[in-house]
């Protein structure tokens, strides 16, 4: 059931995500699929405008149509206002027509693909029509998957976990962040725990610090009105850089299970203080892009961007700088930075090792030694690469830096699944393993809201860095104070 079906990532990744498991035979054959929207139109118009978006945004090439007329037998549409009880008794009178026709045994899975003022309203009226309830003796499920932000600051995150925790249970919420269904970041745990090599490096006294990016070289797009409300601090940072810092950081679990990976990730994000707003300047930067160049076209800045107030304070991109005050960890730099209209697009996770302790080479050969880096690449290219240094060959001592990469497309001659695909299929299976928990989610929020609380108090002087560029030069500055520099990916 996807609330918000006629919005863009209903078009875009759950619809496509949902055709594309169908099509590996993922979905039991009566799995069906009702999306419902305030937007007028039939069952028939519904599932012309799915097919137009899965030739668009689907992968795999052109659908086969004998394949796409048994999926479009399984869509449905029910126009609908969020705050209609009316509108949810005929929700749930559809629902339990569908359940004798197709088999649906009133299993539920609800997606609230909408803004975020109509997540409370939606779970509310759900509860009232009934449609949220379990019956654990015949094992039947009601589950909500909730989409980013959750809450703009601590106050407001946890109004909204008292306001779907009145109607669902802890367990049937599904807090979802796609970074967490991506192929390298599911990766991270086999890397980490599956290979003899890395885990006994992996910590203070070997590594010298690590690197996060998130980087985009498109602006808002047509979001200028919803990212204008966010910025990059709570649309990034507060969920999939806190999520990302959490895998790379966190204890062994005993199982890749559910319970024990949220439990050392919850830990590992209890391990890191909240920002003291007198630091706020010296550990955090704040920046909004001008006009500039991208890829050899000019851009505007933010500010001309479409649905932007022309004096909007909201910033595009955030460096900051964390500590994580445990044993593994003590006093090793945790720097995270995301922005709109950088150079490209990259994310990665860099960790740089520090440099051996003695080097027993000529006095220029060892300037040309250079730290040993592992980068994990999540986006665009799913992969991981790492840099060491060896000999030129030749009669002479020369050494040079090489690096010896993976890429998932080349290794195993097959494209990686998206990330909503392995999401959905895990809620549906029950798996909560690739969401968030309530307290990491909260302990997110707890670690940044001083410095929401700071920024908010103290304007800042935007755009501070064109379009094109690699942010404001406070944030060279940042990492050039403790003797380093950021990466170019």
Known sequence: MIFGASGDLAQRKLVPALFHLALQQLLPPETTVVGAARTEMSSDEFRAAMRRAIDRFGRGGPVDADVWEGFARRLHYLPLSFDDPPAYARLAALLEELDRERGT????????????????????QLGLAGLAAEDEATGRFARVIVEKPFGSDLASARRLNAELGAVFRERQVYRIDHYLGKETVQNIFVLRFGNAIFEPIWNRRYVDHVQITVAED??????GGYYDQSGALRDIVQNHLMQLIALVAMEPPA?????????????????????????ARTCAVRGQYGPGWVAGEPVPGYREEEGVPPDSATETYVAMRLLVDNWRWADT???????????????????????????????????????????????????????????????????????????YGTSFLQGSPDAYERLLLDCLLGDSTL???????????????????????????????????????????????????????
């Open 333 to 407: 730099p945790f720097y995270l930075r995301t922005g709109k209209r950088l150079p490209r697009r990259a994310t990665e996770i860099a960790i740089t090792f520090k440099p051996a302790p003695h080097l027993p080479f000529a006095a220029a050969q060892v300037a040309a030694v250079e730290p040993n880096v592992l980068v994990l690449r999540i986006q665009p290219e799913e992969g991981a690469s790492l840099r060491f240094t060896a000999k030129v060959p030749g009669p002479r001592i020369e050494l040079r830096p090489v690096t010896m990469d993976f890429e």
């Open 255 to 279: 199982r890749f299970e559910s319970r024990e990976v949220h439990d050392e990730k919850a830990k590992l994000l209890r391990a890191i203080p909240p920002f003291d707003p007198r630091a």
């Open 218 to 223: 498109i602006g808002v797009e047509r979001r």
């Open 105 to 124: 045994r009133g299993n539920r899975l609800f997606y609230l693909a909408t803004a975020p003022s109509f997540l409370p309203v939606i779970a509310r």
């Open 435 to 489: 969401f968030t928990r309530w307290d990491e989610v909260e302990r997110a929020w707890e670690i940044l809201d001083p410095l929401v609380a700071a920024w908010a108090a103290e304007p800042a002087e935007f755009p501070n860095y064109d379009a094109g560029t690699w942010g404001p030069g406070e944030a060279d500055a940042l990492m050039a104070r403790d003797g380093r520099a950021w990466r170019r990916p």
